[in-house]
């Protein structure tokens, strides 16, 4: 069974850092995409940061560029989201997803939950 | 304001059947790439419902049911049922530069 758990999530000031992390089970993990998701309180969701599954490729959404660095270690089927000069609208629910080639993501984690305010 | 647009909220009595709809554009749904479904219970993480348009994966119930024309998309739920009240979300790919992985604002089902 596909198992995904995210965990990092926390307080933060703003400008502070933080680093999510996504614990993977059930699958070849360096077979797969992988992709961060956030959904900030009420509303939608916004896709934050892909990758490929050798890591070598990735794109952020416009408004984490610069900040936030994703990255995955397939040795310890993990995958984790470096946030920096975090901001009040950085505060959500951050999921971890895994991607298939279709462009759609089949497998969710629970989210963890990031609360920029001073 | 999100790249497709679903209609806020729709809502049916039990054993009814409702559709939420999700509008998108040329660089997108237009463009031919396919639409997916997500079901979000409350306070849980969404859930695969409809892939590549008209798909179930296994354990979907056949009372959900999608489709695709154009640059829109629908889900149909048949036989509402207390269970399905939920947030229904569409999602696609986008060629824009601003674009790749777009979803629509979300649909809260409510059964009466």
């Known amino acids: 069974e596909v198992q995904l758990v995210e965990s990092g999530g926390g307080l933060v000031q703003p400008g502070g850092s933080l680093r999510l992390s996504c614990a993977a089970s059930g699958f070849t993990f360096s077979g797969y995409e992988m992709i961060w998701v956030r959904q900030a309180p009420g509303k939608g969701l916004e896709w934050v940061s892909w990758?490929?599954?050798?890591?070598?490729?990735?794109y952020y959404a416009d408004s984490v560029k610069g900040r936030f660095t994703i990255s995955r270690d397939n040795a310890k089927n993990s995958l984790y989201l470096q946030m920096n000069s975090l901001r009040a609208e950085d505060t959500a629910v951050y999921y971890c997803a895994r991607v298939l080639v279709e462009r759609y993501f089949d497998s969710w984690g629970q989210g963890t939950l990031v609360t920029v305010s001073s | 304001q999100s790249v497709l647009t679903q209609p806020p909220s729709v809502s049916g009595a039990p054993g009814q059947r409702v559709t939420i709809s999700c509008t998108g554009s040329s660089s997108n749904i237009g463009a031919g790439y396919d639409v997916h479904w997500y079901q979000q219970l409350p306070g849980t993480g969404p859930k695969l419902l409809i892939y590549a348009n008209t798909n179930r994966p296994s354990g979907v119930p056949d009372r959900f049911s999608g489709s695709k024309s154009g640059t829109s998309a629908s889900l149909a739920i048949t036989g509402l049922q207390a269970e399905d009240e939920a947030d229904y979300y569409c999602?696609?790919?986008?060629?824009?530069?601003?674009?790749?992985?777009?979803f629509g604002g979300g649909t809260k089902l409510t059964v009466l």
């Open positions: 990758l490929s599954g050798s890591g070598s490729t990735i």
């Open positions: 999602q696609s790919f986008d060629s824009s530069l601003s674009g790749y992985w777009v």
